[in-house]
Each structure stands twice: as structure tokens, then as C-alpha cells.
């Protein structure tokens, strides 16, 4: 069964400051790995999906990095704003379905 | 991408009732997933909806506590039946996109209080 962890539970920085959020997952046969953004209550939004076959991803302020063989990923976001306060989560996709890990909150003081 | 949407948004219930969320999505998509989020906890997945078949149910879920119907490429809905407390959750839609490289989206979720 393929546990997925995500290391800090929760960040808080001043802004302007860069983010650096952990993913780990324990079965590499994994298909491709995906960050999603959750403001409180609602829905989730995807950032980056990285393919198995990929080493990295980049949107923006976003960059997102893969290692399949050690089962890891990182998200970093560069130049945090206030409004990048929410919940990341990272997610695995195996043969059909995603596994979540628990998700890293993050707080940017203005 | 894909855009969806979901009925209701919120609501509160009393148990031993059900609710059924609806979930509508922009185009024709073959899989769509039910996840549920108890509060502080991350997403599990309830169940697989694909068009023309029965729904397969994750360990832990069954039928009858959370019936599915797909009538349609872009349409499915989710009961809670029997509702407790417990079921207290965020409920949410997702669909697999039609790339290549099966990019998830999700709805905004359905916050159900059960009192």
C-alpha cells in the first residue's frame, strides 16, 4: 500500500521568504506525482504534475523537483506572498487512483 | 482542464437522513472519483464511477452507505445514507483529464455537517 508523507505539518514565514515543502512516498512505481493548493474549505486546485519520467516541473513562482528511486519530491515556491497561505498537498497516482499525503499548511506573515 | 461544479455546496443534516451530492463537469470524461476529507484529515478516495458500470468501492466503503450513479459522461451523483455524525465530511468530485499524461482535477466540494 503506498503511504505518501509530508514533512512540516505546518510553515510559517515572513513573506518575501522562499517556501520549501517535502513530499515522500514509499512504492516508487508510481505514475506521476501531482501538488495541489486547498484554501480552507473548498476544493482542491492543481499546481504542477510531474511525470514519473520527469526530474522537475515549473510554473511561475513554482518549481517542483522528482526523485522516483529515493521516493521524493519538493516543492519549492519562490518569493512568498500572503496569498500563498493554504494547504499543499501532495499526490501519487499508482495504477488507477491517488494517494494523498496528509498536506503541509503554510502561513506567509505580511 | 476541466471545470467542476457541485451540488450542494454545504448543508446541514439530520442523521438517520441522506443526501445525494450531484457533480457536473464541462466535458466527457470516462473515470470520475468520489473522495471523502474528514476535518483535519487528508483526502480518501470513496470510489471509481465509470459510465455504463457499476461503481468500484475503495476498502472500507460500501454500496449501500454510498450509493453512486453515472448516467452519463459528464454527471454523477454520491447518497450518504443513514447519515451520523461521523459522516461529517468534505465530500468532493474528481475527474481524470483527457491528456496523456492523466492530470486530476477536482470539484469545489460538498461540506456536510451531520447533526
Known amino acids: 500500500k503506498q503511504e505518501v508523507t509530508q514533512i512540516p505539518a505546518a510553515l510559517s514565514v515572513p513573506e518575501g521568504e522562499n517556501l520549501v515543502l517535502n513530499c515522500s512516498f514509499t512504492?516508487?512505481?508510481?505514475?506521476?506525482l501531482q501538488w495541489f493548493r486547498q484554501d480552507p474549505g473548498k476544493g482542491l486546485t492543481s499546481l504542477l504534475l510531474?511525470?514519473?519520467?520527469?526530474r522537475e516541473q515549473t510554473s511561475g513562482r513554482l518549481n517542483a523537483s522528482l526523485d522516483k528511486s529515493s521516493g521524493r519530491s519538493t516543492l519549492y515556491i519562490a518569493a512568498s506572498q500572503p496569498g500563498d497561505s493554504a494547504t499543499y498537498l501532495c499526490a501519487v497516482r499508482g495504477d488507477y487512483k491517488l494517494s494523498f499525503g496528509a498536506g503541509t499548511t503554510v502561513t506567509v506573515r505580511a | 482542464s476541466a471545470v467542476i461544479s457541485q451540488k450542494p455546496s454545504r448543508d446541514i443534516c439530520q442523521r438517520g437522513t441522506s443526501l445525494t451530492i450531484q457533480c457536473q463537469v464541462d466535458?466527457?470524461?470516462?473515470?470520475m472519483f468520489w473522495y471523502r476529507q474528514q476535518p483535519g484529515q487528508s483526502l480518501t478516495l470513496i470510489a471509481t464511477a465509470n459510465q455504463g458500470s457499476e461503481a468500484t468501492y475503495e476498502s472500507g466503503f460500501v454500496i449501500d452507505k454510498f450509493p453512486i450513479s453515472r448516467p452519463n459522461l459528464t454527471f454523477s451523483t454520491l447518497t450518504v445514507s443513514n447519515m451520523s455524525p461521523e459522516d461529517s465530511s468534505i465530500y468532493l468530485c474528481?475527474?481524470?483529464?483527457?491528456?496523456?499524461?492523466?492530470?486530476?482535477?477536482f470539484g469545489p466540494g460538498t461540506r456536510l455537517t451531520v447533526t
Open positions: 466535458s466527457q470524461v470516462t473515470m
Open positions: 474528481s475527474v481524470e483529464g483527457t491528456g496523456a499524461n492523466y492530470e486530476q482535477y
Open positions: 510531474i511525470q514519473s519520467s520527469q
Open positions: 512504492d516508487s512505481a508510481i505514475y506521476n
